[in-house]
């Protein structure tokens, strides 16, 4: 990983008070939120937990409350390996990627919910999920205090959903989550989705009808300017703004849909972005 150093960015002005988290008054919060635009090693959990738990440690050390990792941040996203693989290397592939899920609260993620508690600090931690017989690609969000405070699943795949065996196929018993849960961070509430979920106005729609007041969206796939298009069409219906986190991609859209942030780190560049953002309480 390189060399990590804090970027700054100022999302609005919030005249308040200082709180526990952030900066808090009737109208608005500041959070200040780390996007970690780390590039994780495939089929390398052990790896991914040291990178990670380094960038994790710098977050904390530059101020943020909150930490967010990229999709299949802990394995590496490699359900695409094996969508592409056929044969007798799509046999093996399976068996490693149903090997390397855990469920919520494996070995993994409960190493990262004591440094959680460690460190103090709210941590969006992207995974392949394990829950027998199926397996998920879901974020968890950490408490400060290191509980669980809840999961997402991804609901819907840029692959679709055809199940099977065969070259093209998701593997078998890889499924789409169905819930849109939100979590309280502080005095706000956030809404989760996961990478492709931003093109389909329904997610983000329905996250903020459940009462989200911002949005975090974890990903690893497409980066480049359709990710500003597709934040700020989703901001603009819902009136939310919303933080996406990519391994060479962060961007953020204000709740008008302007887009505040849109970094694009090159090899030699920094790959920690602390955004302070501006969370306005929804009418």
Same mark, same amino acid.
């Given at each position: ?44 959990? %052990? ?5 990670? %738990? ?10 943020? +409350? ?25 046999? %093996? ?8 899920? %855990? ?6 993620? &409960? ?6 508690? +460690? ?55 890889? &499924? ?25 106005? +329904? ?9 989200? @007041? ?21 901001? &603009? ?16 859209? @204000? ?6 942030? @849109? ?21």
């Amino acid at each position: 990983m390189t060399t990590l150093c804090d970027i700054l960015f100022l999302i609005g002005l919030a005249a308040c008070s200082c709180s526990a988290l952030g900066d808090v008054s009737n109208t608005e919060t500041t959070l200040r939120v780390a996007s970690l635009m780390y590039q994780p090693v495939k089929w390398d959990k %052990e790896a991914n937990k040291r990178g990670l %738990e380094k960038a994790v440690r710098e977050a904390k050390r530059q101020g943020a +409350e909150l930490v967010v990792t990229p999709e299949g941040a802990l394995e590496g996203y490699v359900v695409n390996e094996v969508i592409r693989a056929s044969g007798e290397t799509r046999r %093996e592939l399976t068996a490693r990627f149903n090997g390397l899920a %855990e469920p919520v609260n494996g070995p993994y993620v &409960r190493y990262f919910q004591k440094l959680c508690k +460690e460190l103090s600090v709210w941590l969006v931690l992207g995974f392949l999920e394990a829950d027998d017989p199926n397996t998920y690609n879901t974020a968890v969000l950490i408490r400060p205090d290191g509980a669980l405070a809840g999961k997402y699943r991804k609901t819907h795949f840029a692959q679709g959903y055809r199940n099977g065996d065969e070259k093209g196929d998701n593997p078998p018993g890889y &499924r789409r989550g169905s819930a849109y849960p939100v979590f309280d961070v502080g005095v706000r509430r956030m809404g989760l989705m996961i990478c492709f979920d931003r093109r389909v106005p +329904e997610v983000a729609a329905r996250l903020v009808k459940n009462g989200a @007041d911002f949005i975090i969206n974890p990903a690893y796939g497409m980066m480049g300017d359709c990710n500003c298009e597709f934040l700020s069409a989703r901001a &603009r219906e819902t009136r939310v703004p919303i933080v996406f986190v990519h391994p060479a991609q962060t961007v953020v859209s @204000d709740a008008q849909g302007r887009i505040a942030t @849109d970094i694009r780190p090159k090899d030699d560049d920094a790959r920690i972005a602390i955004v302070r953002l501006s969370v306005p309480r929804r009418k």
